[in-house]
């Protein structure tokens, strides 16, 4: 599929990076080559490939039985609904990439409380941002911009400690990222480049919208 881009250079990037995803089919039971397909759309994703991520996905959805809400026991399928989640975003379908976020954590319960509480504030700023980005433009712009000024309550961590100085980092990035998709959607390509370049250009380490941010950035330079 990579190939079918006709950038070679990226092609053999992705395939360099495989067995960063590639683990023994027993590991994970019933996912077996199923959790590899999961992170085959991962690395679709990270270089803005929406179409070719969905494809996996959706195939690893298929193929593998849903667990019982909330308490399933496929890694592979959670990997799958947060990557959809991702996708969705990216294209401006917010409703739906909420959907799929409120979705994914039941894919996978371990049990673990502390577990648990780690995936809630990991990804209560994702939430929090996408539900503004899904508002009407002028709306989403200004909550975007007051999130990433700082404007932000972090959800309260029980178990983990203090995370709040790392929600409102996550939420600054995301609101940025969702603000760029916006600026891009409504064909502002000058606007979205800019709002996905606060996120990469500080040589930090890249957070989750930090890495989707330099896949949208890769696909409007392709586009």
Known sequence: MAVEHGNHVQAERVGKQLHTVYIPLEFFGKDGKWYLDAGLGDIYLKYG?????????????????PGEPHWGKSEARKKS??????????????????????????EYNSGCGNCNEATKTRYYPTQVVWTAASKPFSDAEAELKEIMGGQFRPMKSELNGDTSEQQRQNAASEAALALGCLFYDSG???????????ITSDGSPLSDAGILARGMLSRMRNE
């Open 188 to 198: 502002d390509r000058a606007n979205a480049e800019t709002s996905c370049k606060l």
């Open 49 to 65: 490939w929406l179409a070719e991520a969905d494809h996996e996905y959706s195939s690893v959805l298929a193929a593998v039985q």
């Open 81 to 106: 609904a947060y990557g959809l989640a991702c996708t969705n975003a990216l294209r401006g379908s917010y409703s739906a990439a909420l959907k799929w976020l409120e979705q994914a954590p039941g």
